[in-house]
């Protein structure tokens, strides 16, 4: 069963703030996010395995809770650059592949 | 620079065609992936494989066959074409559990 991201679309202006968020009703051992723009493939962003840590790199980071199923994908001072369909895939640690949601459209206005 | 490459950016086949969508990888990866991507559904499985000659099903396998007969070369079938298989289809590769996917550019299939 795909895992259900929240919002589906988020309008933004430069220089705010997003959360994504992506829910599971599995449980989870791993949760990867991925974001693609318009006619390119998705691009890896960051993995978070088992354990509740924190990501980040640059101004994106991600968390993980494991109690919840659910992983967060925190976009600060948003950049132009960052327009895109974000995607979390997950994996429930028994299996190779991932399962992806469906996608949350960020775009982002001068 | 690592990279996935895929046979076609676009094909257009007729129903009732067999269409091959070939994928090609230069990382050594062990796993390699089939995807479809529709509007508003994501990314949904077809199959993977682990290794050379071995694959499963993911979650949309019905009408679709793979072929991994060399490590870098991952190979999706369409035994018979049929219109509800007109979809955009990535392939993608990776080291063994939970590492990082590097996605293809995608073949944008049409099947009339």
């Known amino acids: 069963q795909q895992p259900v991201q929240s919002p589906q679309a988020v309008i933004l202006r430069e220089g705010e703030d997003a959360v994504i968020n992506c829910s599971s009703s599995?449980?989870?051992?791993?949760v990867h996010w991925y974001r693609q723009k318009h006619g390119e493939a998705p691009v890896f962003l960051m993995i978070?395995?088992?354990?509740?840590e924190q990501k980040g790199h640059d101004k994106i980071s991600a968390s993980f809770n494991e109690k919840k199923q659910q992983s967060s994908l925190y976009l600060t001072a948003s950049q132009l650059s960052y327009s895109g369909t974000y995607f979390c895939?997950?994996?429930?640690?028994?299996?190779?592949?991932?399962?992806f949601g469906s996608g949350t459209q960020l775009t982002v206005l001068p | 620079d690592v990279k996935v490459t895929q046979s076609s950016r676009y094909l257009v086949k007729r129903t009732g065609e067999k269409v091959f969508l070939e994928c090609v990888q230069d990382?050594?990866?062990?796993?390699m992936f089939w995807y479809r991507q529709d509007p508003g559904l994501g990314l949904r499985l077809i199959y993977f494989?682990?290794?050379?000659?071995?694959?499963e099903k993911g979650d949309i396998p019905e009408g679709y066959s793979v072929s991994r007969e060399k490590k870098e070369r991952f190979s999706l079938i369409l035994e018979s074409a049929s219109t509800n298989q007109t979809s955009m289809y990535l392939c993608?590769?990776?080291?063994?559990?939970?590492?990082?996917?590097?996605f293809g550019p995608g073949t944008r299939l049409t099947v009339l």
């Open positions: 494989s682990y290794d050379v000659k071995m694959k």
């Open positions: 599995k449980a989870l051992y791993s």
């Open positions: 993608a590769s990776s080291r063994r559990q939970n590492n990082e996917q590097f």
């Open positions: 990382m050594d990866h062990e796993n």
């Open positions: 978070l395995l088992k354990g509740g």
């Open positions: 895939g997950t994996g429930d640690g028994s299996a190779r592949q991932l399962t």
